[in-house]
């Protein structure tokens, strides 16, 4: 296990040194250094401290792990792979992501997975274990977010303005969402049996990270929101 120590090192220095190291990497001590591991690929990093903005941003496969938290637009516009930050994230993560996943444990800034996309096979992926801020699937044109309300329960899964102007992909909120406002042009509805089963894969790797029961997880109300077919926003993004 090759380890770095970043305190002191430029987002470039420490980008040069985790591209250096050979097999496993662990940075310690980051300080909010961006751009860590943009456009990489293969790589296998463990992140002490709090990385800046952009983590695994155009991330093109390998892992990263975030043994806190991590600030704005991780895996902004991510290609492949896995990042699993095991804190809170800032906002605007999984902005434009068009594949691999993103885990977390905490809970997510606003604009969570604004213009998320798909793509043939890439079906990206995102697990916000706490909650989401405003406008959360922000314009989302493919890809999954599934919040999961765990922290706190009682409280709302996400703020306001959730699924303004999406127009394709899925979200899944474990919630039955009676106090969420939704824009009309969406249809929100509670979770059928076929959605569960397609939910279950979805979280079954996640639960597996956090060492949380997945039958558990599965046990409450999911409501699931998807675009509505004639909304107008469809029209404008997506070719007939």
Do not use: W
């Not at 001590?29 to 903005?53: D, K």
């Not at 809170?88 to 996943?101: H, L, Q, T, V």
């Not at 079906?123 to 044109?141: N, T």
Request: with cysteine.
């Amino acid at each position: 296990m090759n380890l770095i120590h970043a305190e002191g090192l430029t987002h470039r220095e420490l980008n040069d040194a985790i591209r250096g190291a050979q097999g496993a990497c662990t940075v310690e001590g980051c300080r909010g250094q961006r751009f860590i591991a943009a456009g990489m690929s293969g790589i296998e990093l463990t992140v002490g401290g709090t990385p800046g903005n952009a983590l695994g941003a155009y991330l093109n496969g390998g892992s990263i792990t975030v043994l806190g938290n991590a600030q704005d637009a991780v895996g902004d516009t991510m290609n492949a792979g896995t990042i699993v930050v095991r804190g809170n994230i800032g906002d605007a993560a999984g902005y434009a992501m068009r594949g691999g996943k993103i885990y977390v444990g905490g809970n997510a800034g606003y604009r969570a997975g604004i213009h998320m996309k798909a793509y043939e096979e890439k079906i990206p992926l995102m697990v916000i274990g706490g909650r989401a801020g405003s406008f959360l699937g922000e314009y989302q044109a493919g890809g999954v977010i599934v919040v999961l309300n765990l922290l706190a329960p009682q409280g709302k899964c996400v703020g306001y303005f959730p699924c303004t102007g999406m127009h394709g992909g899925k979200m899944f909120l474990r919630s039955a969402c009676e106090t969420v406002v939704f824009p009309k042009q969406v249809c929100p509805r509670p979770a059928s049996e076929d959605d569960l089963r397609e939910l279950r894969s979805y979280i079954t790797e996640y639960c597996g990270l956090f060492d949380l029961d997945t039958e558990e997880v599965l046990s409450s109300p999911f409501t699931v929101v998807t675009p509505d077919s004639s909304n107008p926003y469809r029209q404008m993004y997506v070719a007939n």
